[in-house]
């Protein structure tokens, strides 16, 4: 029989409860769970036989070849598409590549030799393709000098195919793992020497490879930042005040005093509470009968309503800016042959990561570590290191795959912050701290809330002589990132309603065109929410164009097309999207097809839906193509993962909203926040049309033509526009 | 408190209200099982109770009686090798994984009583949450597992290479004017 012990009995002293919680979790049992143990992971030079060729190339005796990385891996596939990348020009055999994650601590000490590890914005690989590939060539290129060194021939005459490196003229070979020691000891050439590959000759990058991270995914060993057990560790459960803005007033310590396990409560910065136990349920338990009063502050008054009429009033009012103004939308719009307008709103929405907040914090008099899932390590490690006081010099942040991120674990680093603040009062022992979901859903930096008028003006021909659009909501920046506001022009809530080029342009010429935004903020706290602000302004425009080609009796794919000459791109992938999801051909009888074409994060992106609506209201989703250009493909599996994927996600558009009632969030759980399930989703398509000519992101834009693609559709099978989300509000709901 | 889990046998001393969900990841010390609602909703605790699918986040500790048969993502094979774990894999169903153990316990569950079940079935048997959205992998997994042969390989990938680069965007390698970053 496996004997385990538990945690001890109740009225534990201080001294008990920490030599007694040591033992609980098993760790006796099953050996404790070290993820970036004993070894730094990027040791630079040659230890245990294993070579660094470079730092992304590590070479081992048996060929294996060690590539490194340094972006966070939260499920998107990074992780082998930069593999695939750094293989591709280092020639290495595939069936010997494994991955290693670097730590920011390292990055530091080695002057940010792996750059930047931040993973946001679609930009794991287009924000490294360069540097990794070269890195990748770089380092094929010291192995074959070492080789032509060794058998004193010019490296001009040697070949190189699966890390096997062959004279033919002497019919010698030899292998990467022989010669990375000598390697190693070459100088690196000088980047501007290093050619890359064609990207239309790859023959790793640009497959539909295999994940190199699945293996442990299916049978449990995966060990998430949650899972982590260390020795001595403590476990912390925590709350914080559910206003957003409010205090921690008092609680009372007595009504758990006594509780199995648990070792204390401990103020949490000035905001929130953590109860500290040998076992985190019993954490989580005493914390839940903890009696706690809030100075819950101004925000208390605040609910959707008043948030909704604070918005409404920046719809008209004068304190908006213009981001574009071509021609006089207003006058052409006033004096058109038809006028339409509509107002539409989008709600908060939490990004409900499955894998809530945590962090493990161990603080001693000279060290501070944190084993966190995060989506920018460095950031994880600047707030240890400023919330411990420590210097970041011994300070070391230790990144673990994430059970999602969606933009929730970048910057805002808080429940790093929070672990501090706990672990610093038990100095040199680990605390894993957990969030409930209820906190995980009650203290997000939420998808903002918006709404959005909008005007246009056709002419007697039925052509678009005027378009108006004034977006009123809360702004990102204005509650992270205020220095990024330059002149109070927050163009960032416009984002895929920009005329520049490159990364988020609209996708349309009008004559007379006027885009403004009227920043309008509340309490609640908001954040990049995967895909940001492209997701809300694609439903206003998308959804506003199929009105305004409907006004104008024109099919909407059509019409659309009118205005997108001077946009190539765009038009391409609405036209791939179109093909493929058969727009114009018969469809059964009740079923109905609705259209949407975006831009963000690079990439080009559309969408066609087929959609049902019954009598009761019930939207059966039968069927959806989406098409990308992200430029280059590097995987195209992982693309189509991503895409399907972004179906799922964009979804949340349409039957979730994070509300507000008494300055807090009502949808605490998974009973009233819907993720999609198996059963929503569609058979999904996947259209991948790269025109190699730039790089662009992946695991975002879908998401914005998701939501469009289906109003649209609904609209047609209807004839009512839907211009407020979620659905349920109007009586919709998708099955 | 006795349970046996994964044809081992162990003596947890807890309290019977604990959720066993929480015995199992901070006592036995097996944590494939995850959390992830607390109030059996999105499925990520699910365990085999006697054969039967359960949310362990929901089965408190006291409810188990010492002859139930539990079985963790764990003990689902030694080796990886059901054949729900095999299309998993063959498929790369995964993304982030968080939930996977619990679809992998579902999947396994259902076909277990219904070896080769419909679409419709599968509808209604896998209701656990993944967040990053798995599905269509995850349908075609269940069928590749139960060997129908339907469902093919989860993604349907068109390539369209033909198009012509276009002088509209920026220059690779030059920076647009404006962009997001997070």
Redesign the interface.
């Known amino acids: 029989?496996?004997?385990?012990?538990?945690g001890r009995s109740a009225n534990i002293s201080r001294r008990k409860f920490i030599v007694g919680s040591a033992a609980?979790?098993?760790?006796l049992?099953?050996g404790f769970?070290l993820p970036f143990a004993v070894e730094p992971a990027a040791a630079q030079g040659t230890a245990g036989g294993n070579t660094e060729v470079n730092a992304w190339v590590v070479v081992k005796p048996d060929d294996t070849c060690v590539i490194r990385v340094a972006r966070s891996e939260?499920?998107?596939?990074t992780h082998t598409g930069l593999a695939q990348l750094v293989a591709e020009e280092l020639e290495c055999d595939w069936g010997k590549v494994v991955l290693e994650p670097v730590t920011p601590g390292q990055n530091l000490a080695r002057k940010r030799v792996w750059r930047d590890m931040a993973t946001?914005?679609s930009?794991g690989i287009r924000g490294s393709h360069?540097y990794v590939r070269q890195g990748g060539a770089a380092a094929r290129m010291m192995l074959l000098q070492a080789a032509a060194n060794q058998w004193n021939v010019p490296v001009g005459e040697l070949t190189v195919a699966n890390g096997v490196i062959t004279h033919a003229a002497s019919g010698r070979s030899t292998s990467y793992g022989k010669v990375a020691a000598a390697a190693a000891k070459l100088t690196a050439p000088d980047p501007k020497s290093i050619k890359l590959k064609d990207p239309r000759q790859w023959r790793v990058a640009g497959k539909?490879l295999?994940?190199l991270?699945?293996?442990?995914?299916?049978?449990?060993?995966?060990?998430?930042s949650?899972?982590l057990?260390l020795p001595d560790m403590l476990?912390a459960a925590i709350k914080a005040c559910p206003v957003y803005g409010g205090k921690l007033k008092s609680y009372d310590e007595s009504k758990i005093a006594g509780w199995?396990g648990v070792g204390g409560v401990v103020p949490v910065r000035d905001d929130a509470v953590a109860v500290v136990a040998n076992?985190?349920?019993r954490a989580k338990s005493a914390l839940d009968a903890l009696p706690i009063v809030w100075d819950e502050g101004p925000g208390a008054k605040q609910s959707s309503a008043t948030i909704a009429a604070h918005l409404k009033d920046g719809l008209t009012s004068s304190d908006a800016f213009a981001d574009t103004n071509d021609g006089d939308a207003p006058q052409a719009i006033a004096g058109a042959a038809k006028k339409i307008e509509a107002v539409y709103s989008t709600p908060f929405l939490s990004h409900?990561?499955?894998?809530?907040m945590n962090c493990t914090v161990r603080i001693t008099a000279n060290k501070a570590e944190v084993w966190m899932p995060s989506q920018n390590a460095e950031a994880s490690l600047a707030t240890l290191s400023s919330a411990s006081g420590l210097p970041l010099a011994q300070c070391e942040a230790y990144n673990l795959?994430?059970?999602?991120?969606?933009?929730r674990r970048?910057?805002t680093q808080d429940f790093v912050r929070q672990g501090v603040a706990i672990a610093q009062r038990y100095p040199g022992r680990p605390v894993k701290m957990?969030w409930?979901?209820e906190e995980d859903q009650a203290h997000d930096f939420y998808r903002p809330i918006s709404q959005c008028k909008l005007s246009a003006g056709l002419d007697q021909g039925g052509n678009l002589v005027g378009l108006h659009i004034r977006v009123s909501g809360q702004s990102?920046n204005a509650y992270l990132a205020p220095h990024n506001i330059k002149g109070g022009r927050d163009?960032?809530q416009l984002?895929g309603l920009?005329k520049?080029?490159?990364?988020?342009q609209i996708g349309y010429t009008v004559p007379n065109l006027m885009i403004e935004y009227a920043m309008r903020n509340t309490h609640v706290p908001v954040?990049?929410w995967r895909g940001?602000?492209?997701n809300q302004n694609a439903v206003y425009l998308e959804c506003f164009m199929d009105e305004v080609a409907r006004a104008a009796g024109r099919d909407p794919l059509e019409f659309r097309r009118t205005l997108m000459k001077n946009?190539?791109?765009h038009l391409?992938v609405l036209n791939?999207a179109a093909e493929?999801g058969d727009w114009g051909k018969p469809l059964p009888a009740g079923v109905h097809r609705g259209i949407a074409q975006f831009m963000?994060?690079?990439s080009y992106i559309a969408a066609v839906a087929e959609v049902s609506v019954s009598g009761k209201g019930e939207v059966k989703i039968h069927r959806m193509v989406l098409?990308t250009?992200c430029?280059h493909?590097v995987n195209?599996?992982t693309?189509?993962?991503q895409v399907?994927?972004?179906?799922?996600?964009g979804f949340d558009s349409l039957q979730n909203e994070i509300s507000i009632r008494n300055g807090r969030a009502v949808e605490l759980?998974?009973?009233t926040y819907q993720?999609?399930?198996?059963?929503q989703?569609p058979?999904?398509?996947?259209?991948?049309?790269?025109?190699?000519?730039?790089?662009g992101g992946v695991g975002e834009p879908t998401i914005c033509v998701t939501a469009p693609a289906i109003l649209n559709a609904i609209y047609a099978a209807t004839g009512k526009p839907v211009r407020t989300l979620p659905l349920k509000n109007h009586g919709l709901k998708i099955v | 408190m006795r349970l046996n889990v994964n044809g081992?046998?162990?003596?947890?001393?807890?309290?019977p209200k604990?959720?066993l969900l929480?015995a199992l990841?901070?006592?036995?010390?097996?944590?494939?099982?995850?959390?992830?609602?607390?109030?059996e909703?999105?499925g990520?605790c699910s365990v085999h109770i006697n054969g039967a699918v359960r949310r362990s986040c929901s089965v408190p500790v006291g409810d188990v009686k010492p002859g139930d048969r539990i079985v963790?993502?764990?003990g689902?094979?030694p080796d990886?090798s059901h054949p729900v774990?095999k299309a998993?894999?063959e498929l790369?169903?995964?993304?982030?994984?968080?939930?996977?153990?619990g679809q992998?316990m579902a999947a396994a569950a259902l076909l277990a009583t219904n070896p080769q079940p419909t679409d419709t079935e599968?509808?209604?048997a896998?209701?656990?949450?993944?967040?990053?959205?798995?599905?269509?992998?995850?349908?075609a997994a269940v069928h590749m597992a139960a060997g129908t042969g339907k469902g093919g390989s989860g993604?349907?990938?068109?390539?369209?290479?033909g198009?012509?680069?276009?002088p509209?965007?920026?220059?690779?390698?030059?920076?647009?004017?404006?962009?997001?970053?997070?």
């Open positions: 029989m496996n004997r385990t012990k538990s609980a979790g098993g760790g049992a099953l769970n939260m499920g998107q596939g946001g914005g930009r360069d539909p295999k994940r991270d699945t293996a442990n995914k299916v049978n449990g060993t995966k060990v998430y949650i899972d057990k476990h199995r076992t985190w349920w409900s990561t499955m894998e809530p795959d994430q059970g999602g991120g969606f933009g970048g910057g957990v409930t979901r990102i163009v960032r984002q920009w520049s080029p490159g990364d988020a954040g990049p940001v602000n492209i946009h190539p791109k391409a791939a493929k963000g994060y690079g098409a250009n430029g493909a195209p599996a693309i189509a993962a399907e994927g972004s179906v799922a996600y759980n998974f009973d993720p999609a399930r198996l059963y989703l058979k999904i398509e996947t259209v991948i049309a790269p025109t190699y000519d730039f790089w | 081992k046998a162990y003596e947890v001393d807890v309290e604990m959720p929480w990841r901070e006592f036995i010390g097996l944590t494939g099982t995850k959390y992830g609602c607390g109030i909703q999105c990520a963790t993502i764990e689902l094979s990886s774990q998993w894999a790369d169903v995964p993304q982030c994984g968080y939930c996977q153990s992998i599968i509808d209604k896998m209701t656990n949450i993944c967040r990053c959205g798995t599905y269509q992998r995850i349908r993604s349907i990938i068109h390539m369209m290479t198009a012509a680069a276009s509209v965007a920026p220059a690779e390698g030059k920076k647009p004017e404006r962009e997001e970053v997070h």
